[in-house]
């Protein structure tokens, strides 16, 4: 049953005093200057538990929450706020006679501005603390009284933030909250109330075994809102999903201009490839695609390999490093216009050569994300989602089964599997050649996976990049034998893929007729 509001008789007022305050935190962050601004400023306040200790501690006069209402907090603090005198406070419309005259009859003060922050829940997941631990950190009167308050946010201020004490005490300083700011906290409280219901559905969600829950939540905080989108009359914004997985949302930006959406878009693809290897590794990546990819000795070597796949594209590409960048490779970097580069570490030699070119966007992400990582991954589409695991699946040796007369060498098995990782980083059809643990030719995005494979040739003909004696990855199965040997008249001499077409066997006939080594991995790496 829907309820109908009553008639407004009056305008929605913009002033409003504050008289009496509630304060329940379990975040302490500037408690103490906020309490003593609206002690000063002449307002009761009221509060709980820890938060009253440390308030009184200071010396400032506090009430306690149990004192105001004149019942006890019960059940190890579960009931303390949960009473009608709280509730009441927050919830009467000062306008309206009949809840003003409920007001008098039962002996209910108003309370005009609320401060709380909710128990820990997500940060006691996090560190990995048992079921029982974390249901008892499932706040419920910490977002009943912040609803209340919102709801009423014609004559209440709520704050959940921190950063937004200041500007609440200085339009009390001056007369009072205004109803805009009223308005804008109110609706950051919905979204702080809606952000802590999502995380306990979806630990809750993972307790119970399933990955997909019948109600999907979503979450995520607003970091920035960016200049425009994919094209500039598309509109755009940066959210963070609170993970803390090391990358290009949790990075330090060091210098340089805004990162845009595409930015961080292919920042994000190149940072993700290079963390897939233990040895040091430079990719070079354009429009999400990877235009270069090498390990190397030393991440100097490491990029000149990457670069040499495919140099004309890395113009004003994206750099991603899994190790420091050192002040030698960045002065070989620099050589070239690159719109990001992003790395676990710059040393302050590497930060001071990089600042000759100032708008480049420097990248320092602390650490490397783990490529093992379950995640999900969310993607629209009209009037829905789509939602799945993330690709996290990694082949080694052991996956590997060899279906051809002659066997890898030891040299062609190592650059298998290193370009089949890069495959998995490739918008399909994807085609990656490699050699000596370098990319010298790549394929991307192609109807048609010969023509990846014809592409990929081509572009390393181009770049003068040695494709004879390569390997050569296809992301999918090979649906006939014209796609492997385009690779074999390239010049590649052994073959992976994931194998399961209904033409294997024509297949592998082929590359037996060529003298091809290709073993197949069972997995496919699909990007689309």
Same mark, same amino acid.
């Given at each position: 049953m829907s309820v109908s509001a009553k008639p407004r008789t009056t305008p929605r007022p913009d002033r409003i005093q504050v008289k009496t305050a509630l304060l329940s935190v379990s975040d302490k962050t500037g408690?103490?200057?906020? #309490?003593? @601004?609206?002690r000063a400023a002449g307002i009761k306040l009221l509060s709980t538990g820890g938060t009253a200790k440390t308030i009184r501690d200071q010396g400032l006069e506090v +009430?306690?929450?149990?004192?105001?209402? =004149?019942?006890?907090? +019960?059940?190890?603090?579960?009931?303390k706020t949960l009473h009608p005198k709280v509730h009441g406070g927050l919830l009467a419309r000062r306008d309206d006679t009949d809840h003003v005259d409920a007001m008098t009859r039962e002996n209910i003060e108003g309370i005009d501005l609320l401060i709380v922050n909710l128990y820990p829940f997500r940060e006691t997941v996090a560190k990995g603390a048992d079921y029982d631990n974390c249901v008892e950190n499932i706040d419920i009167g910490g977002p009943a009284m912040l609803r209340a308050a919102a709801k009423n946010h014609d004559f209440v201020t709520v704050l959940t933030d921190p950063s937004d004490y200041a500007i609440v005490c200085e339009e009390i300083a001056q007369g009072g909250t205004t109803l805009a700011t009223r308005q804008r906290l109110a609706a950051k409280t919905y979204a702080t109330t809606a952000s802590y219901d999502a995380a306990i559905s979806s630990w809750f969600s993972k307790q119970l075994g399933g990955d997909f829950p019948e109600t999907l939540t979503v979450s995520a905080h607003k970091i920035d809102t960016l200049r425009y989108g994919e094209n500039p009359h598309q509109q755009a914004a940066v959210y963070? *999903?609170?993970t803390g997985r090391a990358g290009v949302v949790t990075a330090k930006q060091l210098q340089g201009k805004e990162l845009s959406y595409n930015n961080l878009n292919d920042t994000d693809a190149a940072f993700e490839l290079v963390s897939e290897f233990d040895q040091p590794t430079v $990719? +070079? +990546?354009?429009?999400a695609n990877p235009c270069g990819v090498a390990m190397g000795k030393d991440m100097i070597? $490491?990029?000149?390999? @990457?670069?040499?796949?495919?140099?004309?594209?890395?113009? =004003?590409?994206?750099?991603?490093?899994?190790?420091?960048? *050192?002040? #030698?490779?960045?002065?070989?970097i620099i050589k070239i216009f690159s719109e990001v580069i992003i790395a676990p570490e710059i040393t302050k030699e590497a930060r001071e050569i990089l600042a000759a070119k100032k708008n480049v966007r420097v990248l320092e992400t602390g650490g490397l994300p783990n490529p093992t990582d379950q995640?999900?991954?969310?993607?629209?589409i009209s009037g829905g989602w789509l939602l799945q695991t993330s690709d996290n699946g990694h082949i080694t040796e052991d996956d590997l089964k060899i279906v051809t007369k002659r066997a890898p060498t030891e040299q062609e098995l190592k650059d298998l599997l290193f370009a089949f990782r890069i495959c998995k980083h490739v918008k399909s059809n994807a085609i990656v050649y490699a050699k000596n643990g370098q990319s010298v030719g790549i394929g991307a995005g192609q109807m048609s996976r010969i023509d990846s494979s014809r592409i990929a040739a081509w572009k390393a003909k181009e770049a003068g990049t040695d494709i004879q004696s390569s390997v050569v990855a296809s992301d999918a199965f090979f649906p006939f034998p014209d796609g492997l040997l385009a690779a074999a008249?390239? =010049? $590649?001499t052994a073959v992976i893929q994931p194998? =399961?077409?209904?033409?294997?066997?024509?297949?592998?006939?082929? #590359?037996d007729e060529r003298g091809l080594a290709m073993v197949l991995t069972g997995m496919r790496h699909f990007r689309h």
């Open positions: 408690l103490i200057e906020l #309490a003593t @601004a609206l +009430i306690d929450v149990s004192t105001h209402t =004149g019942f006890p907090e +019960i059940m190890d603090g579960r009931v963070s *999903d609170g $990719a +070079i +990546i354009k429009h070597s $490491a990029y000149h390999a @990457a670069l040499a796949c495919d140099p004309v594209s890395a113009f =004003g590409g994206i750099i991603a490093l899994n190790r420091p960048l *050192d002040g #030698a490779t960045a002065t070989e995640r999900m991954t969310l993607k629209t008249d390239a =010049g $590649a194998g =399961g077409s209904i033409k294997d066997e024509d297949v592998i006939k082929a #590359a």
